[in-house]
């Protein structure tokens, strides 16, 4: 029985429907096969939608862990560098397009 099949059969019986034949013998015999094969439905359904929820967040919060680890590379990167071009002496070409861009 799959779970929409349960799900029909439990709207039917709330609706004032016929009762079906699975819910009063999992009342009555708990441990009956019915009752195990629709817990057991129930069970998996849990267990697929919880770890697809848990995947998505980890994929979440991976992505922002990835964004966050870039900035601060492209950061210490850029920063790092600062002291060797601050004492590199400029060249001719350098020099020139310094000059070219100060505004006057």
């Given at each position: 029985?799959?779970?929409?099949?349960?799900?029909?059969?439990?709207?039917?019986?709330q609706?004032?429907g016929?009762p079906?034949?699975?819910?009063?013998?999992?009342?009555?015999n708990?441990?009956?096969?019915g009752?195990?094969a629709?817990?057991t439905n129930?069970?998996?359904?849990?267990?697929?939608?919880?770890?697809?929820?848990?995947?998505?967040?980890?994929?979440?919060?991976?992505?922002?862990?990835?964004?966050?680890?870039?900035?601060t590379?492209?950061?210490?990167l850029w920063?790092?560098?600062?002291?060797?071009?601050?004492?590199?002496?400029?060249?001719?070409d350098?020099?020139g397009?310094v000059?070219?861009?100060?505004?006057?």
């Amino acid at each position: 029985m799959s779970n929409a099949d349960a799900a029909d059969q439990y709207n039917n019986d709330q609706e004032g429907g016929e009762p079906s034949s699975w819910r009063p013998l999992s009342r009555h015999n708990p441990n009956g096969v019915g009752a195990v094969a629709a817990a057991t439905n129930v069970a998996n359904a849990a267990r697929e939608r919880t770890a697809e929820h848990l995947l998505a967040a980890q994929l979440e919060q991976m992505h922002g862990q990835v964004a966050a680890r870039a900035e601060t590379m492209a950061a210490a990167l850029w920063t790092g560098q600062l002291p060797e071009l601050a004492v590199r002496p400029l060249d001719d070409d350098a020099i020139g397009a310094v000059i070219a861009r100060v505004p006057s």
